[in-house]
Nanobody, 115 residues
Framework: QVQLVESGGGLVQAGGSLSLTCAASGINISDYALGWYRQAPGNQREWLASIDSSGRPTYISRVKGRFTISRDTAKNTIYLLLNGLKPDDTADYYC?????????WGQGTQVTVNS
């Protein structure tokens, strides 16, 4: 059974940083691309970044240079480092893997940025 568990969210001041973690089980992350998404209250869920099976990252333009996606295949875990946080970054953050025509999501971790 595939499971994704996010952690690392919290409350920070604008300009601060957080490191989010997504621990995967029941699947080998080195075989698939994984992504980070977020959903702010009243908004649709949006894609932020992905890392493919070769470890290559891609980002939506608004977070490129501030957010960094990475992975540790030995730990079967992906990370999202959030730097230069802004109040507009306040949202629930989710990781996702698409495997064998099924999208798996974690439960999310909440990030709140105070001005």
């Amino acid at each position: 059974q595939v499971q994704l568990v996010e952690s690392g969210g919290g409350l920070v001041q604008a300009g601060g940083s957080l490191s989010l973690t997504c621990a995967a089980s029941g699947i080998n992350i080195s075989d698939y691309a994984l992504g980070w998404y977020r959903q702010a209250p009243g908004n649709q869920r949006e894609w932020l970044a992905s890392i493919d099976s070769s470890g290559r990252p891609t980002y939506i333009s608004r977070v490129k240079g501030r957010f960094t996606i990475s992975r540790d295949t030995a730990k079967n875990t992906i990370y999202l480092l959030l730097n230069g946080l802004k109040p507009d970054d306040t949202a629930d953050y989710y990781c996702r893997i698409y495997a064998d025509r099924i999208a798996y999501w974690g439960q999310g971790t909440q990030v709140t940025v105070n001005s």
